[in-house]
């Protein structure tokens, strides 16, 4: 059993930056893959990004490619989405998953947070 537990969130102007943590406690962090999905208000919960268990290996939305940065400190049960050059558009809450297995763009993660609001003012 893996607890999820996202922070960082907050109201932001366009352009500016923010980084999500995910504190993980449980099970052994290292093993699992970690994605971040997020879900505007009336819109399906849509993948961000992914790290496979080491860290070394990445994939990203078009939509944030080039402006977001997932990353992870096993040693510190902790990963990472580094947000910068926000826009309006990515307003919505960030949850992030934890999987056995190979990392995957699809929401079928074993374990999930709670979620953070990001909001980006224009």
């Known amino acids: 059993q893996v607890q999820l537990v996202e922070s960082g969130g907050g109201l932001v102007q366009a352009g500016d930056s923010l980084r999500l943590s995910c504190a993980a406690s449980?099970?052994?962090?290292?093993?699992?893959?970690v994605g971040w999905f997020r879900q505007a208000p009336g819109k399906e919960r849509e993948f961000v990004a992914t790290?496979?268990?080491?860290?070394?290996?990445?994939l990203y939305a078009d939509s944030v490619k080039g402006r977001f940065t997932i990353s992870r400190d096993n040693a510190g049960n902790t990963a990472y989405l580094l947000m910068n050059s926000l826009k309006p558009e990515d307003t919505a809450v960030y949850y992030c998953?934890?999987?056995?297995?190979?990392?995957?763009?699809?929401?079928?993660?074993?374990?999930w947070g709670q979620g953070t609001q990001v909001t980006v003012s224009s």
């Open positions: 790290v496979n268990w080491s860290g070394d290996t990445t």
């Open positions: 998953a934890a999987k056995t297995g190979g990392y995957t763009i699809y929401p079928t993660y074993d374990y």
């Open positions: 449980g099970r052994t962090f290292g093993s699992y893959a």
